[in-house]
């Protein structure tokens, strides 16, 4: 089944063209993320399908039985509601018969063919226990105050009541625009695998890289007013874009020898040009247009670093509560050179909190921070700060600095202009004012004027949410070379992957806990401690019945049954302890001895298959007692 068909959609904004009669739908169950640079017109189309946005021409046609929800970047919620009442208005139908129901149980007169039709229409809805699954996934995205007033929570956990709002809305459609924004890493998991798991169909905007791979079945590029779509999740769509930008190039090699000898030819004057010179100057022309639109503009930053002395920042034994609630305690960190730490933790954990703190903005409880008087930070905050709407783009990168001192040969002086262009701002752009701008765009005029000020110790609090995947791109190659510190609190999985080289995780009970590697050597590390936590307690379970059973055992089971039943005692626990030696052994190799990591886990793998059929068989032996 079709879910709707766009048709012809143009539109424009202040002259700027986003859309020029474009054409795409989705059929029942696809999941298509849209992807394109900011101001490309993402979150624009997705409004322009969910009504809230007019077209300038063209249509979109739904599906009569078409039910859909549509999630805001920034929902603008304004309730009296409690949270739980809010998002329980999800389903009004339900909520309408569940009343319905309590008033026909307590008429003494009750139409008992009316009472039942209700029940079996609440039946087909699943809805007796909708009470608890929406606390369920309100507790899985951070949300425990259920009976809170919505207009009393921030923009942050506005966002997430909408989102679950709209998830137990249950409609054919779910129309999501940065969904995984405001969420910590735990819960884009949980949604990560509801979204995958559901039979709703899905047209939603992230730039969130794993989030796009694991949920997207098609993607749907915007790019030059046009849209083109790729079968397959974001990796398939990466292959398909390499093959087709290589044979892009090889035409742009072939254009651009035939463009030389057309412009050889124009400069031989009018005489050699007498026949047919109109026509082969306009088509000289075209192929000048087709160099620059096929040549895409690479967003690099090549910004050095200021000297860093032997102080950088340092943290001594810091604490801090807010209202009364303990965010971290006994924390101690020296900063050094080419520090590279990830931050994670359940929301409200305190992650941007201990940002503040060692940038000198909060005041510790007790402990002390020491800022060196060489450490220059750039604060990247997770709300956009400092913008004037009035104001040119370039005026508000003027007003941090007219150019960087980079301190490399010629091209030593990196110019307020240089960095827009580095981060796609176009020279007819540089004079706009701010307010004209896209919410990434802002984003990213804001990370420019932290980069201006050339920091040597910067600090990201969520750095990519709204942008997209070109900057973050761009961002990352910046990272890749940048000489200082960085301390960023990210729930960005493939972002935290490519540029930290350690993670400080936060539980949410005070304690931060430190794990060299990036995110997925993290991962690896926790799922490890998971399984030896489960192997030790299945041992100690073992333990337990082996001392309760082994009298029997002695009398019941036969010669070479007993035989290989005192065999598993013997061997089982040397297993266990060789196996729990690996996976220590394994958290304390480099992070970047792959080769090393690889045969260790191989080893480990090996013993856990051979403990695995141990207790497999010692559990068909106590059977036998039975």
């Known amino acids: 089944m079709t879910i709707f068909a766009c048709n012809g959609i143009s539109k424009s904004f202040n002259d700027k063209i986003l859309f020029d009669n474009i054409a795409f739908g989705l059929e029942q169950g696809e999941r298509v993320g849209i992807i394109g640079r900011n101001g490309a017109g993402k979150t624009t189309l997705m409004k322009i399908v969910a009504g809230l946005e007019t077209q300038d021409e063209g249509e979109v046609v739904f599906n009569n039985d078409v039910k859909f929800d549509y999630l805001d970047q920034a929902p603008d919620l304004s309730s009296n509601d409690t949270v739980l009442d809010y998002v329980l208005a999800s389903n009004m139908e339900l909520m309408s018969l569940l009343e319905k129901h309590k008033i026909l149980c307590h008429k003494a007169d009750v139409n008992h063919e009316e009472l039942q039709d209700v029940i079996h229409r609440i039946d087909e809805l699943h809805g007796w226990n909708f009470e608890n ?27 997430r009541v909408a989102l679950a709002k709209a998830v137990l809305s249950n409609p054919d459609l779910l129309i999501l625009d940065e969904p995984t924004n405001h969420l910590d890493a735990d819960s884009v998991q949980w949604l990560q695998d509801k979204l995958q798991a559901s039979s709703t169909s899905l047209l939603f905007v992230t730039h969130d890289r794993y989030f796009l791979d694991a949920v ?5 590029e915007i790019d030059e007013k046009k849209v083109f779509n790729y079968p397959g999740n974001y990796q398939q769509y990466l292959e398909m874009k390499e093959s087709y930008l290589r044979i892009q190039e090889s035409t742009k090699v072939h254009t651009l020898s035939r463009l030389k000898v057309e412009l050889a030819w124009l400069q031989k004057g009018a005489k050699a040009r007498r026949t047919k010179q109109k026509s082969r100057i306009d088509w000289v022309q075209e192929l000048e247009k087709s160099i620059q639109k096929n040549t895409e503009k690479k967003i690099k930053i090549e910004l050095g670093a200021k000297f860093l002395g032997s102080r950088i920042v340092e943290a001594h034994n810091i604490k801090k509560t807010i209202d009364k609630k303990l965010l971290f305690q006994n924390f101690t960190y020296v900063a050094k050179p080419k520090d590279r730490i990830g931050i994670i933790g359940p929301n409200g954990s305190g992650k941007s909190t201990l940002l503040s703190v060692l940038a000198g903005i909060q005041q510790p409880d007790s402990g002390r921070v020491e800022i060196g008087a060489s450490a220059e930070i750039g604060f990247f905050h997770q709300e956009i700060k400092d913008l004037n709407p009035t104001q040119s783009v370039i005026g508000s990168l003027k007003e941090i600095a007219e150019y960087i001192d980079v301190g490399i040969g010629r091209d030593r002086y990196l110019t307020t202009r240089d960095l827009l262009d580095r981060f796609a701002f176009p020279r007819s ?20 004027r932290v980069l201006m000020s050339n920091p040597n110790v ?27 510190v960085l301390l960023v609190v990210s729930h960005d999985r493939s972002f935290l992957d490519r540029t930290v080289q350690f993670i400080w995780a936060f539980d949410g009970a005070g304690n931060i806990k430190e794990y060299p590697g990036n995110y997925t050597h993290y991962l690896e590390k926790k799922e490890a401690e998971k399984r030896l936590k489960t192997k030790e307690d299945n041992r100690e379970n073992v333990k337990k019945t082996e001392k309760k059973n082994t009298q029997n055992v002695k009398t019941k089971l036969s010669y070479i049954e007993q035989r290989e039943f005192d065999e598993i005692e013997r061997e089982l626990p040397k297993l266990e302890e060789e196996k729990l030696l690996l996976e220590q052994k394994i958290m304390e190799v480099d992070v970047t001895d792959y080769k090393e990591i690889e045969r260790i ?3 480990i793998d090996n013993l856990k298959q051979i403990i695995d059929d141990y207790l497999e068989r010692w559990i068909e032996l106590q059977e036998t007692l039975e």
Not at 437 to 448: H, I, Q, V, Y
Request: aromatic residues 6%; proline residues 1%.
């Open 429 to 448: 752009q540089h004079s706009a004012l701010i307010s004209t701008l896209s919410g990434g765009e802002k984003r990213r005029l804001a990370l420019c």
């Open 458 to 484: 910067l600090l990201l609090d969520e750095p990519t949410n709204d942008f997209d995947l070109q900057t973050l791109a761009a961002l990352e190659e910046y990272l890749d070379d940048f000489l200082g």
């Open 216 to 220: 997207s079945t098609r993607i749907l």
């Open 601 to 603: 886990s191989i080893e």
């Open 133 to 159: 699954e929406a606390k369920k996934v309100l507790s899985q995205i951070g949300i425990t105050e259920y009976y809170k007033n919505v207009n009393e929570l921030s923009g942050g956990l506005k966002k």
